[in-house]
């Protein structure tokens, strides 16, 4: 089975500045993909960015990267110049090749400070 | 487009009670997924539909837990006799095709409260 953890239950951080959120997780698999979802109060559960497993560089999306290792299984989030948008509570989430579900882990709450 | 959507947004209930919680699709999306997020188990996944596949209900809690896609839109979660510790939000989400390199959208999600 797989498993995903999230090592910061809340974080914090300055408007403009940037932020990294840990996230680990354990598989067997060779082929995956991994994602970080960010939930809003709205409750509304929104992609942020994805990474298969069998790329090498590490994906992007804007103000958005990560930073994929995928030997020590790990897959940070890094967020540069942080908005105020930004607060929500974000989900590191794991998914086998062929697989059909998602294997979140508990979540980090980040606040973004003006 | 619209977007997944789901209804009721807040339902309360009395333990003991049926609900049924409401998913509708992002038209033309063949894949459906059910996700429980609880304070206690975090975000965990309940039931999968694909098409006219048969779904994965390797995730379903119990056998008080039941789900119905009907041609192949709309689905119904159902909770029998519910315990306080359905108390959670359930969120549906869609996707284009089942494989995993097709973005999953959520819905707002509906916050069940077992009182």
């Known amino acids: ?114 | 487009g619209a977007g997944v959507s789901q209804s009721p947004s807040n339902k309360v209930t009395e333990k003991g009670k049926d609900v049924e919680l409401r998913c509708d699709p992002i038209s033309g999306h063949t894949a459906l997924y059910w996700y429980r997020q609880s304070l206690g188990q975090g975000l965990e996944f309940l039931i999968y539909f694909q098409g006219n596949s048969a779904p994965d209900k390797s995730g379903l809690p119990s056998d008080r837990f039941s789900a119905e896609r009907t041609g192949g839109s709309v689905s119904t979660l159902t909770i029998q006799r519910t315990q306080q510790e359905d108390s959670a939000v359930y969120l549906c989400a869609s996707s284009a095709s089942g494989r995993v390199s097709y973005e999953q959208y959520f819905g707002p999600g509906t916050r069940l409260t077992v009182t």
Request: hydrophobic share 35%.
């Open chain 1, 1 to 114: 089975a797989q498993t995903v953890t999230q090592s910061q239950p809340e974080m914090s951080v300055q408007e403009a500045e940037t932020v990294t959120l840990s996230c680990t997780y354990d598989t067997s698999e060779n082929n995956y993909y991994l994602f970080w979802y960010k939930q809003p109060p709205s409750r509304q559960m929104i992609l942020v960015i994805r990474q298969e497993a069998y790329k090498q560089q590490n994906a992007t999306e804007n103000r958005f990267s990560v930073n994929f290792q995928k030997a020590a299984k790990s897959f940070s989030l890094k967020i540069s110049d942080s908005q105020l948008g930004d607060t929500a509570m974000y989900f590191c989430a794991f998914m086998k090749l062929y697989g059909n579900k998602l294997v979140f882990g508990a979540g980090t709450i980040l606040r973004v400070k003006s």
